[in-house]
């Protein structure tokens, strides 16, 4: 039997069984990013991914069930971030918003490459539509549409900015987006 590493064995002795595997997804989440960074996903095994992660095959298993499912643990507290802003997006505040939206896509924006890369553009925007319609408890086909168009021009507006360098600064993208989503296209 493989023998957790030292750190993270340390780590979680005197805590929770939550607590420890909040270490052992961080440590998992971490060394996944760092591993697609040298290498495609598709070539990540698990094996790799445990030992860079520093823990031990249980483990693992105990917490996630696939490599996919590492990166949407990520994705969804990313999205779960940036739909809370979507889903109160205020007129009055709309500006304001997008410039938020937009830095915490700049703070993300490695990781966020590494996802598209990896052909996880399609969960992104899926996941970013679910976030929103989660209040939807009705099933409103209206509500659904206006969230599937916020998704939508939210996760196109952010991955060409990030494709792009960010060159833009962040004030002329946000104030485009806004003045679309107030005026539509005229």
């Not at 607590?19 to 040298?38: G, K, S």
């Not at 052909?119 to 599937?148: M, P, Q, S, W, Y």
């Not at 991955?159 to 600064?169: A, I, L, R």
């Amino acid at each position: 039997m493989k023998k957790i590493d030292e750190p993270v064995r340390k780590d979680t002795l005197h805590m929770s069984n939550r607590q420890a595997n909040t270490v052992i997804r961080q440590n998992i989440e971490a060394a996944m990013l760092l591993l697609m960074r040298e290498k495609a996903f598709s070539d990540i095994t698990i094996t790799e991914l445990i030992k860079r992660a520093g823990v031990s095959r249980v483990s693992y298993y105990r917490n996630y069930d696939s490599k996919e499912s590492v990166l949407e643990n990520y994705l969804d507290r990313f999205v779960f971030r940036s739909a809370c802003i979507l889903a109160q997006f205020d007129s009055t505040r709309g500006m304001e918003q997008w410039l938020l939206l937009l830095e915490m896509t700049r703070s993300s924006a490695d990781e966020y490459k590494l996802f598209m890369d990896a052909g996880f553009g399609d969960t992104i925007l899926r996941r970013f539509i679910a976030a929103l319609d989660r209040d939807n408890t009705e099933h409103d086909k209206e509500v659904h549409a206006k969230n599937c168009y916020l998704a939508g021009a939210f996760f196109a507006v952010i991955t060409q900015w990030v494709k792009d360098g960010m060159d833009t600064e962040a004030s002329v993208v946000a104030k485009v987006a806004n003045d679309l989503m107030l005026k539509g296209l005229s």
